[in-house]
């Protein structure tokens, strides 16, 4: 049976990530970030989920070069579940997210207006009838907003 284990969240971190390095000299990051919850009940503060967060090699650096507590930030990876024993001899067990992307989230103030994204590149083409096999003679121009059903 297939698979899917993909996660995309954007939130704002809680505190300024710290880049680590292992003992091969590869970079890493932990760091947490707080998602809001869409629904709420009517009076009900807003809720938020702490998500932990692990960043690799690249993208490790990238996060602490560029992000500190509070900044949005994206982050595109998948869940990860580990454990281990720590040094009291408890056992452990935590749930986090790989970061296999992580990207800046652009925040808009009360005087922008609002769009659903943000398109770089060439402009899309404008949609014609040229080409779609629909003849000129079936597009008829309406008058008046008197003849239309709505």
């Known amino acids: ?12 971190l809680v505190a300024d990530p710290e880049l680590k390095k292992t003992p091969n000299g590869i970079s890493v990051t932990s760091f947490r970030i707080a998602v809001g919850r869409r629904f709420t009940r009517d009076g009900e503060a807003p809720q938020a989920d702490f998500i ?19 900044k949005p930030i994206l982050v595109c990876g998948s869940i990860q579940s ?8 408890q056992k ?8 296999d992307e992580v990207s800046f989230v652009e925040r808009k103030t009360d005087s922008q207006p609002r769009s659903a994204g943000t398109y770089y590149g060439e402009p899309p083409a404008a949609k ?5 096999g629909i003849p000129d003679a079936a ?7 008197d003849d239309l059903p709505f």
């Open 52 to 70: 932990d967060i692990v960043a690799w090699r690249q993208s490790a650096e990238f996060v602490c070069q560029y992000f500190s507590k509070g």
């Open 128 to 132: 014609t009838s040229e080409g779609a």
């Open 92 to 99: 452990r067990y935590t749930v986090e997210v790989v970061a």
């Open 82 to 89: 580990r454990n281990w024993t720590d040094q009291n001899g």
């Open 1 to 12: 049976m297939a698979s899917l284990n993909k996660v995309i969240l954007i939130g704002n």
């Open 139 to 145: 597009f008829v121009e309406v008058s008046s907003d």
